[in-house]
């Protein structure tokens, strides 16, 4: 079978996969391509795509996360109206439940793993893992629920003082002469007609810089507005923590260099980089860590796996 893969692009989730393991990027990029076609596909292409969707609880839990944030966005700028913090708290315990309950359906996700959600605890029997996850996703829910309305972004944006861009819309820029997709959770102008971007965090506290450096560039070049009147913006919601940052032309030119190394190492995997084609999957060495394996999606076919 002749297969075609989509053309190659940048981003910032693409880098994760290919820092955490060379073989794990092989079957999300390429093994699993062409997998939604069960008539025509290979077996190991069907159950690599499957497995690429795989979900698991704490990615629900943040998916929920910057959908209640979006949604309460959304609906202060369309009509100046917010659900109560406790709608908020029981939409996401339902959409939970609802996640919880699709996964007891393998047969159903087997035919639809797309539009399905099957959590990988589940589907690998990690019963000590769902029951330690679940307990603490119920009090992280109450907490992002509590710290929305409190934080920084909030009251800006309740106060009339943001003027909203954009909320959660993929965009790209061209970067190395490729395509760099970039997606951030709020981009508004303040009153002093400086441009903030924040991104809503669901977890611990990092350094996330490399990733909203590539937003301010993005800014920047779409928007024409100066590096100095672009603010940078994480919103911790477990912790209700707040940080900013502002960006130097050495900062952009740092991440923009960074950016092209991956550039460079993840074209060095392909056999054919017009057409997007990989080399053969032994090119693609596996990087076996009880970490990363003990997460990883493709661990049943996997034999290199750490787990
Ligand atoms: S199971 Fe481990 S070694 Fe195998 S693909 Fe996943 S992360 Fe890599």
Known sequence: MITTYPPW??????????????????????????????????????????????????????NLAHQMCESVIRSWDKERKVPEASFLYQKMRELLNQAYKESQDVTGWHLRPKYQTMLSEIYYDEDDKLKDRISSIKSRMQTVVDKLYHTRTWKEVESGAAHIMEIEKWDHMILHDTRVYVKMDVLYRNEQGHIVIVDWKTGKENDFTDQLYLYALYVHEHYNVPYEHIEMRVEYLLTGECETYQATQQDIDKVSASTLRYIEEMKSCLADDYYNRPKDISFFTPMPSRRVCGECNFREICSSRAV
């Open 9 to 62: 692009s940048y981003s910032g989730s693409r880098a994760a996969i290919f820092d955490d393991c060379l073989r794990k990027y092989y079957y999300h990029y390429y093994g699993s391509h062409n997998g939604w076609k069960l008539e025509t596909a290979e077996p190991d292409q069907v159950q690599t795509y499957r497995l690429k969707q795989l979900s698991n609880l704490y990615l629900v839990f943040g």
